[in-house]
């Protein structure tokens, strides 16, 4: 399909034709192997559908699905849509989803609960139903509500539409399109937008679903020449690099890698190119105004924070704190707006009037945009930290931190400090589990790095907290950093000592 095409009423519609037209092409490739044609998945959602809709189900109400089984939630969600329901969350503002799909025990909170396996050996395995379903027509309509990454506090949720949906994918472009079917693995879950999303826009494009559950399988199927696209965030790519063998064989099958979520370090991308393909791609936006900038990552090297080209179809503009557009090349507050942009969060005006004005949406990321259309995250709004006047940048300490020998992952965030200022913080990973990192060193690595805007304190953890696209979640490393300070004061306390400098060594 071109972005001029038809823009169907709903989004299973293109699997229908897809299942007319090549009913033997395969639609999914599943973890054991065994592949499913474009007309078994057709069968299989239209069987969920019937008995959906045997069960109650009608367009508007909100159904999660609960399943481990990837292939059956795939379906699942497929069949929710096809019927106009709205594909939903285990949580919802007003009092959780209407139904629960899934697994037994994992209904809590909903009005009621379908068992996923007995409608699934009932319709699907034995036949069940085997007459086309109608599909709800109405582009307009919810097709599923998805929470925001939620870095920053509360996650929130994004209504969107069939219409919406088919817009996001149809505009994609260059930015992904292969000349040849997507043979495609997503390491991002369906539950979160961006992962519901490239399993949709293969299934458009008439390519396969590979479904792994591990590195290793990952692997196997690189290896045979299974995969000519994958999908993953910087921290899901980094961990696959380092299962790699050494006498791994670079697949020649695989064309492209897209990185999403969070900026992919330069080392992970080095790595990449050489392990597994030339081709990455950098992607940059979010579940409410979906791509904002994309690019291939060989070309944003040597622009720290760059995270690609301006994507077409979206109007960005760079801010000062009068929300008048900054001369170009200078650092401003960003905001987009355009046609893949939703206008507010489902259910929840308050947090919308912070983040929509004027039909711009304020993601939070400070930016510059280049005279070439590069745009260039300098960091968050809301994480900046600011010491004493200085405005320090998280990222910017997290990629020295990153760098050190000892480190093998960071986060930087601010904390209090006992006479009323703030104090950079650092959560650092070993580089290797059980050894602690040279402090001495690196505080010299920092100080010399970083100046005024290297850490004050160092907590060593064993893993940094990220959500599912990899963006990495302060507020329980801050936590973490308040029960230290505590546990410093009652020590303190106890020795009848008041004084001191506080936490200043890695615990």
């Given at each position: 399909m071109s972005?001029?095409?038809?823009?169907?009423?709903?989004?299973?519609?293109?699997?229908?034709?897809?299942?007319?037209?090549?009913?033997?092409?395969?639609?999914?490739?599943?973890?054991?192997?065994e592949a499913v044609s474009y007309a078994m998945l057709e069968r299989a959602i239209d069987a969920v559908a019937a008995g959906l809709r045997g069960d109650g189900i009608r367009p508007g109400d909100t159904v999660c699905v609960r399943t481990p089984n990837g292939y059956q939630d795939l379906v699942a969600r497929l069949a929710i849509a096809r019927l106009g329901a709205v594909i939903a969350p285990a949580t919802m503002p007003n009092g959780g989803p209407d139904t629960v799909v899934g697994v037994e025990g994992q209904g809590t909170g909903a009005a009621r609960f379908i068992p996923l396996a007995m409608l699934w050996t009932d319709r699907v395995e034995r036949g069940g139903n085997a007459a086309e379903v109608p599909m709800h027509q109405d582009p307009d309509a919810v097709c599923a509500y998805?929470?925001?990454?939620?870095?920053?506090?509360?996650?929130?949720?994004?209504?969107?539409?069939?219409?919406?949906?088919?817009?996001?994918?149809?505009?994609v472009g260059e930015a992904w399109k292969l000349t040849v079917a997507p043979r495609e693995i997503c390491s991002i879950g369906p539950a979160i937008f961006p992962g519901f999303r490239f399993r949709m826009q293969t299934l458009w494009e008439a390519g396969t679903i590979v479904m792994v559950g591990s590195a290793q399988q990952t692997l196997n199927a690189l290896a045979r020449g299974a995969v000519n696209r994958m999908v993953m965030t910087p921290s899901t790519l980094e961990s696959l690099l380092r299962h790699v063998p050494a006498d791994f064989t670079r697949p020649a099958s695989l064309l492209a890698i897209a990185s999403t979520g969070t900026l992919l370090p330069d080392a992970v991308y080095a790595m990449a190119r050489e392990r597994l393909c030339a081709n990455v791609v950098s992607m940059y936006g979010s579940t409410e105004s979906f791509l904002v900038a994309w690019g291939k990552a060989e070309a944003l090297q040597g622009h720290p924070g760059a995270v690609g080209y301006l994507a077409p179809g979206i109007e960005v503009q760079v801010v000062g704190e009068d929300d008048r557009p900054v001369p170009e090349g200078t650092r401003g507050r960003l905001r987009v707006r355009g046609e893949t942009c939703v206008n507010g969060y489902a259910f929840d005006p308050e947090a919308t009037a912070k983040v929509f004005r004027?039909?711009?949406?304020?993601?939070?990321?400070?930016?510059?945009?280049?005279?070439?259309?590069?745009?260039?995250?300098?960091?968050?709004?809301?994480?900046?930290?600011?010491?004493?006047?200085?405005?320090?940048?998280?990222?910017?300490?997290?990629?020295?931190?990153?760098?050190?020998?000892?480190?093998?992952?960071?986060?930087?965030?601010?904390?209090?400090?006992?006479?009323?200022?703030?104090?950079?913080?650092?959560?650092?990973?070993?580089?290797?589990?059980?050894?602690?990192?040279?402090?001495?060193?690196?505080?010299?690595?920092?100080?010399?790095?970083?100046?005024?805007?290297?850490?004050?304190?160092?907590?060593?953890?064993?893993?940094?907290?990220?959500?599912?696209?990899?963006?990495?979640?302060?507020?329980?490393?801050?936590?973490?950093?308040?029960?230290?300070?505590?546990?410093?004061?009652?020590?303190?306390?106890?020795?009848?000592?008041?004084?001191?400098?506080?936490?200043?060594?890695?615990?």
């Open positions: 972005a001029s095409a038809n823009i169907p009423a709903n989004i299973t519609d293109p699997i229908r034709e897809h299942a007319r037209a090549t009913p033997e092409a395969q639609a999914v490739i599943l973890h054991s192997g998805f929470p925001t990454s939620g870095t920053t506090g509360q996650s929130k949720l994004v209504a969107v539409s069939h219409r919406l949906l088919a817009r996001r994918i149809l505009s004027d039909g711009w949406f304020y993601p939070g990321d400070e930016a510059v945009v280049a005279r070439d259309g590069m745009l260039t995250v300098v960091g968050r709004t809301t994480e900046v930290i600011n010491k004493g006047g200085n405005k320090i940048s998280p990222d910017v300490v997290e990629k020295v931190l990153r760098s050190f020998s000892g480190i093998s992952d960071a986060a930087a965030f601010a904390m209090p400090s006992t006479s009323g200022g703030t104090r950079v913080w650092a959560a650092i990973v070993s580089a290797t589990p059980g050894v602690r990192p040279d402090v001495a060193r690196l505080r010299e690595f920092c100080k010399e790095r970083l100046k005024l805007h290297a850490p004050d304190f160092y907590l060593l953890v064993k893993a940094i907290p990220r959500n599912d696209m990899g963006k990495i979640q302060r507020q329980p490393l801050q936590a973490m950093a308040a029960k230290q300070i505590e546990n410093w004061k009652s020590r303190q306390t106890g020795s009848g000592s008041g004084s001191g400098t506080g936490p200043k060594v890695i615990h």
